[in-house]
């Protein structure tokens, strides 16, 4: 297993986790539970956000920019349904 595939495991872990902790927090029933919640999913989406940062910089998770007219075409969409 190389450093690539490790840090992959670590995304994938920490989004899953970062959706369990969001899960918690709109589901909790108290404001400590739902600070609690609250507090580790902000650490958790740090921690991703820094995962992902050092694969990007590394070449490993790339990203295409959107086009103008895609983003257009998807507003267009969008407004006609409200």
């Known amino acids: 297993m190389n ?3 490790l840090m992959e495991g670590m995304l994938l872990t920490t989004k899953g986790v970062a959706d369990l902790y969001l899960h ?3 589901e909790s029933s108290t404001a400590h539970v739902h600070a609690s919640f609250d507090n580790a999913l902000c650490e958790t989406l740090k921690m991703q956000n820094q995962i992902y940062d050092s694969m990007s910089q590394q070449g490993w998770y790339q990203t295409e920019q959107a086009q103008m007219t895609e983003i257009q075409k998807v507003k267009q969409k969008y407004a006609k349904q409200n």
Do not use: E, V, Y
């Open 3 to 5: 450093d690539k595939d």
């Open 24 to 26: 918690g927090t709109i």
